[in-house]
Nanobody
Framework: VQLQASGGGSVQAGGSLRLFCATS?????????EYWHRQAPGKERELVAG???????LYTESVKGRFTISRDNAKNTVDLQMNSLKPEDTAVYYC?????????WGQGTLVTVSS
């Protein structure tokens, strides 16, 4: 399974970005759990948001109410809409796909939020 993340960029605080993750999972994509993680400079990678195969959604506390994760099983994509961005959201964002205890990672896309 290959994942391709895109949509990162530079934005001022309060702005919005939408991240995209395209997967090569094919017809079994709907059975995958999908996650977005991020890693800020000098920090460990952290889970940002996830959406399971049965539609359960989770967010880390710091992004609740600002980020929205969604998936399109027909297109094999998972998106992350990020609103009201803050400088502390600056990080490389990675998408992850989990299926039968096998996980797959995209290459990361950089998000920079300036104050």
């Amino acid at each position: 399974v290959q994942l391709q993340a895109s949509g990162g960029g530079s934005v001022q605080a309060g702005g919005s970005l939408r991240l995209f993750c395209a997967t090569s999972s094919g017809s079994i994509f709907s059975s995958h759990d999908e996650y977005w993680h991020r890693q800020a400079p000098g920090k460990e990678r952290e889970l940002v948001a996830g959406i399971t195969s049965d539609g359960q959604i989770l967010y880390t506390e710091s992004v609740k109410g600002r980020f929205t994760i969604s998936r399109d099983n027909a297109k094999n994509t998972v998106d992350l809409q990020m609103n009201s961005l803050k400088p502390e959201d600056t990080a490389v964002y990675y998408c992850e796909s989990l299926y039968l205890d096998e996980n797959y990672w995209g290459q990361g896309t950089l998000v920079t939020v300036s104050s």
